[in-house]
């Protein structure tokens, strides 16, 4: 297991995250990519983005720090076709990204549906999203954390996948693999240390990022009023991430645990951010190395 970060919000670009993440003794990165025009002459790398790329990719050698997954902000809604024609390409172009830059997993979110036909809608469209992406080295990553545009909305307006849905999903699209998020768990009840049990081995990178609920709030206005729960840095909230990295050992699990500092008392600016940086490193660190 190792850890690395999210240095998108650092907005430092590819070069700085990995200067930033060779200062704090990180060997690995995240970094996301808004969504992009996906015309026929964006389809793939032109002759600037190749040695763009491969400049940066000489700089993660040199300073021993790698990819551990790009990650596309988007979230696909497999019953749509332009959504599906848009998600593709764009998947295709960030595994060619990847396939310069040495990293093979490409994360994304999927818009959740209920049903068979919205189940086969979504398997149709992973498994032609991974064939796609299956000559450049590269496999999707689904993100079990909530999709960014409905972050602070309330539940009457969106519903969260369910852990059947993982497992139905991961069974039937063999190239797919987790991107696993507890605080996700916390607030939709679910037990995070016992649902590792059926997608453990399914999980390839664990966002760490943690979760306070307003219990007052809940209790008064319920689960479909005004917003309940916010993300916080790794140790600010209900996650026990102790208890939670010893049963990832316990399952083996060898993949990257990221700090994701979507903090809402966390500040803009590079000062904050990096102490945020810096305070999640010293609570997981010890837990990851111990």
Known sequence: MRLCFDATRFGSGLDGAIELASSRGLSAVE???????TGKAAKGLDASEKKSLREVAKLSREKGVDFACLSLDYCVDAADKKSVKQFQAMMT??????????????????????????????????NAVGEGMEKHGAKPLLRLSTPRQF????????????PQDWRNLVSSCPSLSLSFSPADCVWLGID?????????SAIDHVEAIDIEINRDLLVDSGMYGPLW???RIPGKGQVDWG?????????????TMSIDIDDEFVDSDQFELENALDASISKLAPLVRG
């Open 31 to 37: 970094y996301s990519f808004a969504p992009f025009a």
């Open 93 to 126: 172009k960030l595994a060619q990204v990847g396939e310069v830059l040495g990293c093979s997993r490409i994360a994304f979110n999927l818009l959740p549906g209920d049903g068979e036909e919205w189940l086969q809608s979504a398997e149709q469209c992973l």
């Open 151 to 162: 972050r602070g909305v309330s539940l009457k307006r969106w519903r969260a996948m369910e």
């Open 192 to 200: 995070y240390l016992r649902v590792l049990s059926g997608v453990a």
């Open 229 to 231: 729960w916010r993300y």
């Open 243 to 255: 208890q939670f990295i010893e049963a990832l050992k316990l399952y083996e699990f060898s993949g």
